[in-house]
């Protein structure tokens, strides 16, 4: 879910961090029910105010998770809880779990599926985020580009998880479609869990 609240301009405002304050109004966190929100003119009615609403509030919203994402890998880099590179990866998946794979999603099929295929034979569960294109997760890390990396289990990992559940409301989330239905990715935040 994400909440919105009535800016001090009376524009409608995003509340990704769920903090500002004020009256706020919950919605699902995907672009089609943001979208028919602001056809519907949901927002005006529910904040119980006269606020205006952007008609990009849909992609204002995925900016603003993806920044929250990059966000997250940046903290996870400086607390050394993420690997990255393919080499780097594969050496890390022999030593132990990941609690997700970043794949870019413009990465070649062949490395992508070389890694999942050695996580996959090495534990049963296997998270995967492949929203994020390479040059989206080289901003994350300082780097032009990354196309693989290992975020290890820990309090950043679950927060990154809810944040790109949320973000992929907003974009394709590819790593449905890269693997077969008997052998796809278990991602529980995208499943059911907390919007």
């Known amino acids: 879910m994400l909440r919105f609240v009535a800016g001090p301009d009376g524009a409608v405002v995003p509340d ?3 903090k500002l304050p004020g ?7 995907n672009r ?3 979208e028919d929100a602001i056809k519907r003119g949901a927002f005006p009615r529910s904040l119980k105010s006269g606020v205006t609403t952007d008609p990009e509030l849909a992609n204002q919203v995925e900016a603003l998770l993806l920044a929250r994402c990059q966000g997250l890998l940046g903290m996870a880099k400086r607390s050394g809880d993420i690997i990255l590179g393919f080499d780097q990866v594969r050496a890390a998946l022999r030593k132990g779990a990941p609690a997700w794979l970043l794949e870019a ?25 492949g929203a994020l294109t390479s040059e989206e997760l080289g901003m994350a890390f300082g780097r032009t580009r990354v196309i693989h990396g290992a975020l290890q289990a820990g309090s950043l990992a679950k927060a990154w998880g809810h944040a790109y559940g949320r973000l992929a409301g907003f974009r394709p989330a590819p790593e449905d479609h890269w693997f077969s239905a008997g052998d796809r990715t278990d991602n529980p935040e995208r499943s059911g ?3």
């Open 23 to 29: 009256r706020g109004v919950w919605i699902t966190a």
């Open 16 to 18: 990704i961090a769920n």
């Open 193 to 195: 869990g907390p919007g």
């Open 32 to 34: 089609a029910t943001i």
């Open 105 to 129: 999603s413009d990465g070649a099929e062949d490395g992508r599926r070389k890694v999942y295929a050695l996580a996959k034979a090495l534990y049963e569960r296997v998270n995967v985020a």
